[in-house]
């Protein structure tokens, strides 16, 4: 049996009504009312699809053993890197084995779909590994376009397996045709789309009917069996006349997602079947779907499992756990649609070392330290020489995994004259639980949310961006657990 083992969605903290883009750009492109409804989800200034990508795959992994995972599959339209495997990035941030197999999927929104296929290929070919399959995706559309009303920012995560499955496999069907209605091309920063009845009408209003209908044939499956159909689609009038010609019953329909995330590219089929699996009982069976470019349609069939499975209520908390962006311009500032003017500390050199980042690369990636095995003194960065007085021992050292035991604050300060794009910039000195010290930044909160010994947990985030050599650093920050632990 080869199927989910764990899964996991990641929504950003931050959340954009999406009235307040209208009341903005509204006098431009009136006709965006139609999809001021709701709220779209939006990736701090720090985060990207890898970040995302990690931060869900952190989530899904927490319980599983890293030793098992033999790859890892990464499905993004927003990858940061054209020429670095950002796969391999997210695997180090997970901190997995680099006797790993690795490998990016792009230039679809179902490649997120077809990532998950590709792990549960490898976990069908070897005998007791796992494979990691996430997409996430951070889309931008136009000032005053409806994709920049429908877009948001998120990522999912599976863990994919044969023991301990949750949701067996139990099929796949595929279309891939050059059906052209959004197009991004390699030097573009904003979606472009086609006439909008084309993308309904000619799209989804017959692909994914196409598909749906091809893997019931395939597997002489009725309809009316299925739990849950869950398909992306962000226009509900679409949606609705889709459900008429398949005949699904209203409580066979997944949400959507659209009212607190909005559509979140090559993730969200993979988010709202991670939605799905919250309340999922044994013997029911899920048929995802994805769209872009053609269709992957996958069958499972939810186990016994599923009910010893923990903390089941991932993607939800993700919902609930959210703060208002009440300005339009922050969210024009961070995401590079509008220049803005962060003073001269902002042209300092940003080179990075790749010599010096290869050495440290499970200190930077993984966040390792390392603990004595003599007297068991931990320390970061990883040392060779013992930092206990007493000790003192030499290359007796063994990795300290520190990035899922949190610590605590022993310093902070605001800073206003640093250069950012998220004024004030907040860091200071945080203790290791277990032992270790280091200067970091502070990250989704405000200042009244510190105090000096308060908790934090630690998130994969970006460090800075080189614009002059169009390269992103990743590093890790500290985020006080008061603002993760209120929305779960």
């Given at each position: ?7 996991a ?13 209208f ?39 927490k ?29 180090g ?16 929104l179902?490649s ?5 296929l ?17 997409a ?5 559309g ?24 949750i ?23 904003y ?10 009408d000619v ?19 009725q309809?009316?069996e ?8 962000y ?42 699996l ?9 048929l ?14 939810v186990t ?61 990636l ?5 603990r ?6 931990q ?48 860091y200071?000195?945080v ?15 405000v200042?009244e ?14 460090k ?25």
């Open positions: 049996m080869v199927g989910i083992c764990s899964y969605g990641y929504i950003p903290r931050y959340r954009l009504d999406r009235m307040t883009v009341s903005a750009m509204g006098w431009f492109n009136p006709a965006t009312i139609m999809n001021a409804s709701g709220e779209k989800a939006v990736a701090n200034f720090d985060e990207d699809s890898i970040t995302m990508a990690a931060a869900a795959g952190l989530k899904c992994t319980d599983l053993d890293a030793e098992q995972f033999g790859a890892v599959y990464f499905a993004s339209t927003t990858a940061p890197f054209k020429e670095r495997q950002n796969a391999t990035i997210v695997a941030a997970l901190g997995l084995n680099e006797e790993i197999r690795a490998a990016d999927f792009a230039g679809s179902k997120g779909t077809t990532a998950l590709a792990a549960i290929e490898y976990a069908a070919m070897t005998e007791g590994e796992m494979a990691l399959a996430c996430a995706d951070c889309r931008l136009r000032a005053g376009s409806v994709q920049e009303m429908v877009f948001g920012d998120g990522g999912a995560a599976f863990a994919v397996g044969s023991a301990g499955v949701a067996e496999y139990k099929g796949s069907y595929s279309i891939s045709c050059d059906f052209v209605d959004h197009l991004r091309g390699a030097n573009s920063k979606d472009r789309q086609w006439e909008e009845r084309w993308i309904r799209g989804y209003d017959r692909l994914i009917p196409q598909v749906i209908g091809g893997i019931c044939k395939k597997y002489g499956l309809l009316a299925l739990a849950k159909v869950i398909y992306p689609c226009y509900p009038g679409a949606r609705k006349k889709i459900n008429h010609k398949l005949g699904l019953r209203p409580d066979q329909v997944q949400d959507d997602l659209m009212m607190d995330a909005g559509d979140t590219g090559s993730a969200h089929p993979l988010m709202m079947l991670a939605a799905a919250e309340t999922a009982s044994p013997g029911e069976k899920l995802v779907v994805s769209y872009g470019n053609g269709c992957d349609a996958l069958l499972f069939e016994a499992v599923i009910e010893k499975f923990p903390n089941r209520n991932r993607v939800s908390d993700a919902v609930k756990n959210n703060i208002e962006l009440a300005s339009y311009l922050k969210y024009l500032i961070w995401r590079e649609m509008l220049p803005v003017e962060i003073g001269m500390r902002g042209e300092e050199e940003k080179l990075t070392r790749w010599s010096v980042a290869w050495r440290s690369r499970k200190a930077i993984s966040l390792q330290g390392t004595c095995r003599q007297c068991g003194t320390q970061y960065p990883p040392q060779r020489i013992c930092v206990n007085p007493d000790c003192g021992a030499i290359d007796h050292m063994e990795p300290a995994a520190l990035a899922a035991g949190g610590g605590k604050i022993v310093s902070f300060t605001s800073d206003l004259l640093a250069a950012t794009t998220n004024p004030p910039a907040i200071g000195t203790d290791f639980s277990g032992g270790g010290r280091n200067m970091m930044d502070f990250t989704d909160c200042l949310d510190l105090k000096v010994g308060g908790p934090v947990s630690f998130t994969f985030r970006i800075y961006i080189d614009p002059r050599r169009d390269t992103t650093f990743y590093f890790w920050k500290a985020v006080p657990v008061k603002e993760v632990t209120e929305g779960g």
